[in-house]
């Protein structure tokens, strides 16, 4: 918005020239995201707790955790507010695939938002219904997938992996239950992940830089032609919105670092997924995703290999999951797990970019 306003008066005062550039609007989304929730955040956790918007632990979950109980939730909507502030303000308006970045994180926010509050007034770890809180994720995608599908490129519905120039298969119609498939594995895997203090929002951090280098090079000629990678104009302004997430991921892990001040619940973890499964639609980077966030798939695996493990043999493979619980059942401090997995969410951050080269 503020590149509409300002850049057409250059004329009159020239310093207005670095409006143009994306890499000055992505930097200061990030600030401005930042200082959204520093500014913001105390007023929506002391407007949590006054509301008494707690926390309900699993009594199944670690006994370390029941003390957690009554912190407030929807935290989310702190990073929420910063995204969409800081997006609106940097980003060229134009561009249609920030606001479908944004649609993702508000309609993902709003289910969790449901799931949340349904939560809170029941007293309760269990919330939205298991199938109605798929039916809405299910929903939300594919209003997202269509708009994407229709309003796309040459490249939307191919398919490319790591490691190879070409795409592999041009998924047609089926990029649409592909697409869907995509944001609800994302978004229920950030959830999943979302267990100890700051882990979720450090490792989104991560992927978000990542994003943010490869939508940056994806949007320029000039660089996707050196690298041999798809040009994707529409991506162009994408850095705006990834760098926003980072400066909303980091002001939020200021009150949600041990011990937490505040939870993000599904509120966020389901804004956070469906953010960077609709970044890897929207760049192409489906199966390089699961590289980038690869923390959250071995998060997610661990469910599943114990839940099969347990129904097949009527024995556990880990001591608890999602993975996170199983270390912390071996004698982790909470703190530890959370930085060990911080690291490997770093590795399979630089491991992803390196892909780009190794072709």
Not at 210 to 213: K, L, N, S
Not at 348 to 354: K, R, V
């Given at each position: 918005m503020l590149k509409e306003l300002l850049y057409p008066l250059v004329d009159m005062f020239s310093a207005f020239n670095i409006f143009q550039y994306i890499t000055f609007r992505a930097a200061y989304a990030a600030v401005t995201a930042l200082f959204v929730s520093f500014i913001f955040g105390p007023k929506i956790i002391n407007a949590l707790r006054k509301f008494k918007l707690g926390q309900m632990i699993r009594a199944d979950g670690p006994r370390s955790h029941l003390h957690k109980s009554g912190t407030p939730t929807m935290g989310g909507l702190i990073m929420i507010l910063a995204v969409l502030v800081s997006t609106i303000l940097w980003q060229d308006i134009r561009n249609p695939y920030v606001w479908i970045g944004l649609g993702s994180m508000l309609g993902f926010g709003l289910v969790g938002f449901i799931d949340d509050y349904l939560k809170i007034t029941r007293k309760s770890s269990e919330g939205l219904h298991a199938g109605f809180k798929l039916v809405g994720q299910i929903a939300v995608s594919l209003a997202i997938v269509l708009v994407i599908y229709f309003n796309g490129n040459e490249h939307t519905t191919l398919l490319y992996l790591p490691f190879l120039k070409a795409p592999v298969v041009d998924l047609g119609v089926l990029y649409i239950p592909f697409g869907v498939f995509v944001l609800v594995a994302w978004a229920n895997a950030v959830n999943l992940t979302d267990g100890l203090d700051g882990l979720a929002v450090g490792l989104v951090m991560m992927a978000g830089i990542?994003?943010?280098?490869i939508s940056y090079i994806m949007g320029r000629a000039d660089f996707a032609e050196y690298l041999q990678i798809p040009y994707l104009p529409e991506s162009s302004e994408l850095p705006v919105f990834c760098f926003g997430l980072v400066g909303a991921c980091i002001g939020f892990l200021w009150f949600n670092?041990?011990?937490?001040?505040?939870?993000?619940g599904d509120t966020g973890s389901l804004a956070l997924g469906g953010a960077l499964g609709v970044?890897?639609?929207?760049?192409?980077?489906?199966?390089?995703?699961?590289?980038?966030?690869?923390?959250?798939?071995?998060?997610?695996?661990?469910?599943?290999?114990?839940?099969?493990?347990?129904?097949?043999?009527?024995?556990?493979?880990?001591?608890?999951?999602?993975l996170h619980h199983h270390f912390e059942l071996k004698g982790w401090a909470e703190t530890k797990v959370v930085i060990r997995f911080w690291i490997m969410g770093g590795m399979?951050?630089?491991?992803?970019?390196?892909t780009l080269k190794i072709q």
């Open positions: 990542a994003f943010v280098i670092s041990h011990p937490a001040e505040v939870f993000m970044l890897s639609l929207m760049i192409k980077k489906e199966i390089l995703l699961v590289i980038i966030g690869g923390v959250f798939v071995l998060e997610t695996l661990s469910v599943i290999i114990q839940v099969a493990s347990y129904k097949l043999t009527g024995k556990r493979v880990f001591k608890m999951a999602p399979f951050a630089i491991l992803a970019l390196s």
